[in-house]
């Protein structure tokens, strides 16, 4: 069984700026950093991610802009140095709620190998700098859990937010929001047959069958997404918890799939569906073309109707 410790240090660092030009005003500002040892073994790896618990008091979006940079050590997992930097960001909505709710926001999560030779076995020792106030999360990234580098099912890479993003700023599919859209947090698993559906590639078939035999979470990496800004376009929140009203203008359920591609990447399908209520609601599967480098949706069909 694997054993994961974590070893809080009191090490506190200040950073601050000093004037280096002649009429150039610069007042002192600190920011304090906190640091901890990381030690694990017989693991594949560990991901590392920020947390920070909330009171908020109203339905503005809250997310955790993270950088990492490996300062020290060869990034094979044994004795690294890692610093950590993050501040939150959210959207400018006047949305006050009636009650403040508690909330908790994470960062996305990075993933560092564990370090194998002939005296160490599948182990990691780093240590990680990162803002006070904050708190350091770390699990073990087994091998269904670590990120693919080739794509694998469980991750959703940037080329699907790409289609995510097009989907709701197309506002060409009836019963489907568009101005103002609240993701739930998994994607739907939902499966096609390729039996003369608009004469899909086989391979488009495939890919999205195969990512869609589970389901996966959603992130805030929509391009284009205006959700932390504020300004007018396209707005999509995730909903983190079940149950959750992000606004007065979230109503109903809103969910996707993950995006199958053919092996050009050149076509793609996506499902999406909305539930107005319970009882009434509509989904879509979708055909998209990159035309340009740009994409469009070229074919869709109703197939439900709640």
Not at 124 to 130: A, C, D, E
Not at 208 to 234: M, W
Not at 268 to 282: F, N, R
Request: aromatic share 8%; charged share 25%.
């Amino acid at each position: 069984m694997s054993r994961l410790l974590c070893a809080a240090f009191a090490c506190v660092f200040l950073l601050a700026t000093v004037a280096v030009a002649e009429g150039l005003k610069v007042e002192d500002a600190q920011k304090e950093y906190v640091s901890k040892l990381v030690s694990a073994k017989a693991v594949k790896g560990i991901e590392v991610r920020l947390s920070k618990d909330l009171v908020v008091g109203d339905c503005n979006t809250r997310s955790i802009n993270m950088t990492d940079a490996l300062v020290s050590g060869s990034g094979e997992g044994w004795f690294d140095e890692y610093f950590i930097d993050a501040d939150i960001a959210q959207t400018k909505m006047f949305c006050p709620l009636d009650k403040p709710i508690r909330k908790k926001i994470l960062s996305t999560p990075i993933l560092i190998k564990s370090f194998s030779n002939k005296y160490v076995d599948n182990e990691v020792r780093v240590s990680i700098v990162f803002p006070k106030g904050y708190k350091l999360e770390v699990v073990e990234a087994s091998a269904d859990k670590a990120p693919k580098a080739a794509g694998g099912p469980g991750v959703i890479k940037a080329g699907e937010y790409e289609i995510y993003s097009t989907i709701f700023s197309s506002k060409k599919l009836g019963g489907i929001p568009s101005d103002f859209v609240v993701l739930e947090k998994e994607t739907l698993p939902e499966k096609v047959s390729g039996d003369g559906w608009r004469n899909a590639d086989a391979s488009i078939i495939e890919d999205f069958n195969r990512k869609n035999e589970k389901s996966a979470g959603l992130e805030d990496r929509f391009p284009g997404n205006n959700s932390i800004t504020g300004d007018s376009g396209l707005h999509i929140q995730i909903r983190e918890q079940r149950g959750e009203r992000l606004s007065p203008f979230d109503t109903g359920r809103t969910a996707v799939s993950r995006v199958g591609f053919n092996r050009d990447k050149t076509k793609a399908i996506a499902y999406v569906k909305h539930a107005a209520t319970p009882d009434s609601g509509v989904g879509y599967y979708l055909l998209l073309d990159n035309a340009g480098g740009q994409w469009v949706i070229t074919g869709s069909e109703m197939v439900k109707i709640l």
